[in-house]
């Protein structure tokens, strides 16, 4: 299976530029929510806490790669992916297109992953997937790096908490 072949435009130049130079995108802290969306946005941080925040549950950080504890991380607060997801609007141009849905969560310095439309308005998956704005009760900054997405339900949690996330790309993928 291979991604939908991208068309020349100016959100896929962007993109592939943050791949090639992730620190010369985005003003530090803002989220953009682009690709197969009714109304893309962009986000600053103080947008994102004007959401109804959603407090997730202590847990472990551990690498998957090598198995490392990194750290325990104090209960994040932020708003749930699935909630911007709705507010930005999918496309859904042809028939089926959630089911071949996937989204693309990306860091500042062009690490990112996956989720599938299924997994995040599907399963309880989505319940718990948070672009965080707080931690521990202490509000957190684009120096400490927020937003933070993570995955609450993952069983090695690491990989799915990326830090200084900047953009959630919506792609319809295709055989
Ligand atoms: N933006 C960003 N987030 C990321 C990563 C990364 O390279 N960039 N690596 C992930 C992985 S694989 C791990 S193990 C942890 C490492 O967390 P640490 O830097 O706090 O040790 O961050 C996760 N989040
Ligand atoms: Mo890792």
Redesign the pocket.
Known sequence: MDIAPPTATAENTALADLARNPASTQAAGTLRLAGSLLRPATLTLDALRRYPGTLGAPFD?R????G?F??TVPPYRGVRLTALLEEAGLRCDEPGDFKRMVFFAV???G?FVTFSWHELFNTPVGEQVLVAYECGGAPLDAETGAPVLYSGTDLVP??R????LVRIEARVLAL
């Open positions: 950080l690498c998957y790669t090598t490392r990194i750290r860091g500042h310095d690490y690491a990989p908490h990326v830090k200084r």
